[in-house]
């Protein structure tokens, strides 16, 4: 019998008011794979990854991580969980190595001092483990989200931004770090970014959003031939733009593509 997906997605709604943030969303993600989720500013990626940690309930639909139904046992879950955004600022008067010890904890990490040492030396923190995390530069914080992200060693790993605020040559290094992260565990990893060299160097696959709803789905290889395009970038323009495939999808008798 074949394993569940990491990410089993089903029909999930997200309304706020008069305002629809998640139409009817579905999608599944195997096991030990990259998937990208684009879209422009409201189109649902924050809100998605909000429910998908349990952070949010939705309005209707049902989610599953690692065969666990996050509505009814997310605690089950969480522990094989992780999250890192750079625009989520963890405690600013603990130090680094405070903040990983907190969180260490709180995902039971095993011989967690070790693993500090570890994760800090990974992440290029170790010089600032003992200096207050609100002492930070943008950088340094984004390097330590990311060990945060990372201390419990994740099956489902869920990225927003993960290399924003960092100059060219630490992204390229932290990119290089999730890739062999990934191929070595093959865990799953989510990741939300605007930055389309990004998700063309890590994604096995692309969800672009628009409006709450699926408007493509492809790798970004499928996509770039679908479009007729040279890059992801282009790609992206396209949509936001109200060019090329996938625009049946939002009107009101059209199907998904």
């Known amino acids: 019998m074949p394993a569940a997906p990491s990410i089993a ?5 997200k309304v706020y008011g008069e305002i629809v943030a998640v139409d009817d969303l579905s999608f599944s993600v195997p096991r030990g794979t990259v998937l990208g989720l684009l879209g422009g500013n409201g189109a649902g990626k924050t809100t998605t990854i909000a429910m998908l940690l349990g952070l949010l309930e939705p309005t209707g639909g049902s989610i599953g991580i690692l ?32 903040n990983l010890q907190f969180y260490g904890r709180l ?3 095993k011989d967690l001092r070790h693993r500090i040492v570890e994760i800090a030396e990974h992440m290029q923190v170790a010089p600032f ?32 931004e993960p290399t924003a ?10 990119r290089g770090y999730l890739e062999s992260y990934q191929h ?13 060299g990004e998700v063309e160097r890590l994604c096995d696959d692309v969800i672009l959003l628009q409006a709450g709803k699926v408007f493509e789905r492809g790798s970004p290889r499928e ?5 007729g395009r040279e890059d992801m970038e282009e790609v992206f323009l396209d949509m936001a733009r109200g060019r090329g495939r996938g625009l049946d999808a939002l009107k009101p008798d059209g199907g998904q593509p």
């Open 9 to 13: 997605v089903q029909h999930l709604r």
């Open 67 to 98: 065969g666990i139904d996050m509505l009814k046992r997310r605690y089950a879950a969480l522990p094989r969980m992780n999250f890192s955004s750079p625009y989520v600022d963890l405690p600013h008067r603990l130090t680094v190595r405070q």
């Open 107 to 109: 995902y039971g990490v």
């Open 129 to 160: 483990l003992d200096r207050a995390a609100g002492k930070l530069s943008a950088g340094q914080k984004t390097r330590v989200a990311l060990a945060k992200a990372l201390i419990n060693k994740p099956d489902v790993l869920l990225l927003d």
């Open 165 to 174: 605020s960092l100059d060219p040559d630490t992204a390229d290094w932290v």
């Open 184 to 196: 070595e565990t093959h865990s799953t990893i989510l990741l939300a970014s605007h930055n389309m």
């Open 223 to 227: 996509l770039l031939e679908r479009f």
